[in-house]
């Protein structure tokens, strides 16, 4: 017998508005998400926490948030910075402040960990959250055997610009084809409105509309992809 296909949909930026938090909750009751990674730094944490304890079938992550950056003139600029990201006493100290805050308000263990824009991929982030995971017993997205991390569902570039066709319900089926046997987690940004003052908005509500069409559900049953969370990599505690 061939090894299953398994694919984890999760969306990211939970709680960072309102307009954000209507189209995960959207795109998990009526679409394929499957999970959350949650930043409790932001004004709209707490519904999105309470809906997180209500549903439990949606699992919810830390989208570690340790600053934004915006790429312009052939620069970086940041739009905001919590910590600089070469302060490994610092870097480690708001880490731990957000995990404190994700227990407060979820009332359980985080079942994944990454981080806003990837800023773990580089140090001191990625060793901080590399033993982070390791305590808590979770997958840190990219740097886990079990679970494999696609982002290529996103409509811009890596510099910000337009990408046409990217967040299409044929460039996501066209994704669902490729998928490789084991566990495979597939990042989204699905979002309602336009509350929030980021690089990545108007696409957001693209993402819910392709999120939730039958047509990409029906492509995953004909394809024999099992939809799951992670809880089917690491049980919650």
């Keep these: 017998m061939a090894p299953a296909t398994y694919l984890i949909v999760n969306a990211d930026d939970f709680g960072r508005s309102r307009g954000v938090n209507q189209g995960v909750i959207t795109a998990h ?3 394929i998400v499957t999970s959350a990674s949650l930043m409790v730094r932001w004004p709209a944490v707490k519904p999105a926490a309470a809906y997180a304890r209500a549903h439990p079938g949606l ?11 915006v790429f312009r003139e052939g620069a970086w600029l940041a739009l ?14 708001e880490v731990s402040r957000q995990l404190v805050d994700f227990r407060r308000l979820v009332g359980r263990e985080p079942t994944h960990l990454d981080s806003h824009q990837h800023v773990h991929r580089r140090e001191p982030v990625r060793s901080i959250l590399l033993e982070m995971a390791r305590q808590l017993g979770v997958p ?10 696609l982002g290529d569902f996103y409509g811009q570039t890596a510099e910000g610009l337009p990408l046409p066709g990217a967040i299409s319900v044929e460039r996501l089926i ?6 490789p046997a084991g ?13 929030l003052d980021t690089i990545y908005r108007r696409e957001r509500a693209e993402e819910v509309n392709v999120l939730c069409d039958p047509r990409v559900r029906a ?19």
Excluded: K, Q
């Design 183 to 195: 566990f495979t987690e597939l990042g989204c940004h699905p979002g309602h409105g336009d509350d």
């Design 59 to 69: 699992t919810v992550g830390i989208h570690v948030d340790l600053g934004e950056w």
């Design 174 to 179: 066209a994704i669902m084809n490729a998928l």
């Design 80 to 93: 905001y910075e919590v910590v600089p990201l070469d302060d490994e006493r610092r870097v480690a100290g």
């Design 140 to 149: 840190l997205r990219g740097y886990n055997r079990l679970v494999r991390y």
């Design 29 to 31: 009751e009526r679409g």
């Design 219 to 237: 492509a995953i049953d004909s394809l024999g992809i099992r939809l799951c969370s992670f809880s089917a990599v690491a049980p919650p505690r």
